[in-house]
């Protein structure tokens, strides 16, 4: 579709980009338009181009690539015709993460961690000062678990972690998660955790209990559960923490034996097993959203969190419904939709899952409790590797570090299972119970970030990255555009060992596509908005700021090398590569 490629060369007797654009400019075949070689310093490009009305370009349609060998380097795909508003006058700042900073400073760009953290935030990290020792810790997006605490309790915590960010210059987004409407138990009465032994006679009810529950019972949130097991099933809590039989069934009461004894935590998920199958018929038949997930969903949008996942998503629908939802009501841009992919609807459908979302989570805690454990490493892996190929983030979440809860040390099986997912290069991992209800949440946020930070830096010195197929996912033709950059700039960033990517971006979408390279330098992500800012914390390898800028990027790079020198996060001479959303422009340069 390109109709030329328009070369910018200081001489016109030596044109070395001129001699071999195919070469230099793209690697793969030799053009099939017209290269057309002009003498202009690069800085005149806009303005020549602009004002070039010959015939060789169609004011209204042409497309056309630039390259310049002028020492800067300019290759791009452009519109023609648009004239450009003038630079917007803002006098300029930038906004960068008070730990990023810290981190940017101290290891210097290329050794900043890729992988992004998420911590449940529970009864032991909701106080001010835990939450900003996770902060400090690495966290960079907070979750809330609508199935435990009150919508009361989780906004106190939000507004800790707003006060945290504009206090204390941290850039921590929120992650509101759905309770969702599968079977589980109800709140222990109170205690913090029931131990169960081999053996045991425990009541499951459905019972509502005005005073306090009797020994040995626990109570069940869905009404047909007494109506839907059968004497024989088994009745797994937790994924099979703790597993009992069903030996008895009287009214709303079922009896059970403890056969694999162990510790239940308040509202634990509940299935149950007939002749060796999960029973789902009726779990199918509930609502992805029930009412009470709407009612959080409402409170969600109206806290302006920047995430919402949804509890055991089992079809695109309600993705898609959802997301018109938000759209309508949400005031401050909108919210991401993470899918949780924790079903086997979900693994049945994924691709239209993971297409209609904005994100997806390996919910490897339920997963496990519906296909058999020894399934859940390949769903993981194809997981991550679709969203990677569809340009979602995704995360990688449950039982990461789980005897962290517990010890202050993980176990070796642990850290290779971190170590697992940093080299899938899945954008986040996720602390559950570790630091919602642990003893040690913030040793165990910092194995994941030492883990993170290892891993990450042996494979890039091995090398070691297998090459994923990245398919055309753009259905507009700027979007295609868009793709090429950021791939080719990913390429190039890799060849040339660029110190770090610019991406100056309105939405967010040149730096995900960039992120979905995992290039091996990191990406300095600029956008104009603070809350796509705090969305883009959850993307693989992005370092986000927030700066007013232009489209005329000399003055975007001028500003942004000025202010970033000034608090010594670049020096003269680092190599970058600049890309951005307004212009469809690759630059290579040194910062000078
Ligand atoms: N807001 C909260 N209030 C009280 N306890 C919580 C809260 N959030 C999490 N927890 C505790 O942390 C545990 C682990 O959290 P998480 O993995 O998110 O939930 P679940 O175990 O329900 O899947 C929960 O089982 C619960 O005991
Ligand atoms: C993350 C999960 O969901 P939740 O903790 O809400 O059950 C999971 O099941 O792994
Ligand atoms: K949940
Ligand atoms: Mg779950």
Redesign the pocket.
Same mark, same amino acid.
């Not at 935590?265 to 998920?269: G, H, I, K, V």
């Given at each position: 579709m390109s109709q030329s490629l328009h070369l910018f060369t200081p001489s016109t007797r030596s044109p070395n980009l001129a001699s071999s654009p195919s070469k230099q400019c793209y690697p793969y075949q030799k053009p099939s338009f017209p290269i057309l070689t002009r003498r202009f310093p690069v800085t005149t490009v806009k303005l020549s181009i602009r004002a070039s009305s010959s015939s060789d370009l169609d004011p209204t349609s042409s497309q056309v690539v630039l390259a310049s060998d002028n020492g800067k380097g300019v290759v791009g795909g452009v519109l023609i015709p648009a004239m450009q508003p003038p630079p917007s006058q803002d006098s300029g700042s930038i906004e960068v993460d008070a730990v990023t900073e810290a981190e940017l400073k101290e290891n210097g760009f290329r050794s900043t961690r890729r992988t992004k953290l998420v911590c449940?935030i +529970? *009864?032991a990290t909701s106080g001010f000062d835990q939450l900003e020792a996770l902060a400090v810790g690495g966290m960079n997006v907070a979750r809330?678990?609508m199935? %435990?605490?009150t919508r009361e309790? %989780?906004r106190d915590v939000i507004e800790r972690v707003r006060r945290l960010n504009e206090e204390k210059g941290y850039a921590v987004a929120i992650m509101m998660d759905t309770e969702g409407s599968e079977i589980h138990m109800g709140d222990l009465g109170g205690a913090s955790s029931a131990k169960a032994e081999d053996g045991e006679i425990w009541t499951f009810s459905v019972r509502a209990f005005d005073s306090a529950l009797p020994a040995h019972t626990v109570n069940v949130n869905y009404d047909g559960f007494a109506e839907d097991v059968k004497v024989g099933d088994e009745l797994l809590v937790d994924g099979g923490m703790v597993r009992f039989d069903v030996i008895e069934k009287i009214g709303p009461d079922v009896k059970c034996q403890c056969t694999d004894p162990g510790l239940m935590? *308040?509202? $634990?998920?509940l299935t149950f097993w007939r002749d060796g199958s999960l029973v789902r018929e009726r779990n199918a038949m509930l609502p992805t959203i029930s009412s009470k997930d709407w009612l959080d969903i409402d409170f969600g949008i109206a806290e302006g969190v920047d995430f919402i996942a949804i509890s055991f998503v089992k079809s695109a629908e309600v993705i898609n419904h959802l997301k018109s939802y938000i759209a309508a009501r949400a005031r401050d841009g909108d919210i991401a939709v993470i899918a949780k992919i924790e079903s086997i609807d979900s693994l049945k459908n994924l691709e239209e899952i993971i297409q209609a979302s904005d994100g997806a989570m390996v919910a490897r +805690?339920d997963l496990g409790a519906q296909i058999p454990l020894e399934q859940v490493p390949a769903a993981q892996q194809k997981i991550v590797q679709v969203c990677r190929q569809l340009n979602k983030p995704v995360i990688v979440a @449950?039982q990461l570090l789980e005897s962290m809860i517990e010890y202050p040390t993980p176990t070796r099986a642990e850290v290779a299972d971190v170590s697992e997912a940093v080299r899938q290069r899945a954008d986040a991992l996720m602390l @559950?119970?570790e630091s $919602?209800?642990g003893q040690y949440p913030e040793k165990a946020l910092t194995v994941l970030r030492s883990v993170s930070l290892r891993i990450e830096r042996w494979w890039r010195e091995e090398k070691r990255h297998e090459v994923m197929e990245l398919p055309d996912i753009g259905t507009s033709f700027s979007d295609n555009i868009s793709e090429e950059i950021c791939n080719s700039a990913a390429k190039m960033a890799n060849n040339l060992e660029v110190d770090a990517l610019f991406v100056y971006t309105k939405t967010g979408h040149m730096a995900s596509l960039l992120s979905r390279c995992r290039p091996d330098c990191p990406i300095f992500a600029f956008t104009a908005t603070t809350s796509v800012r705090r969305r883009l914390n959850l993307q693989w390898g992005l370092i986000p700021f927030r700066l007013s800028f232009s489209d005329d990027m000399e003055s975007n790079l001028n500003k942004t090398f000025s202010l970033l020198k000034a608090r010594n996060l670049i020096k003269s001479g680092d190599l970058v590569i600049a890309v951005s959303d307004m212009l469809q422009s690759i630059q290579v340069m040194n910062v000078p």
């Open positions: 449940t +529970g *009864p809330i678990n199935c %435990h605490g309790w %989780h935590l *308040p509202r $634990a998920n +805690g @449950s @559950s119970g $919602a209800m």
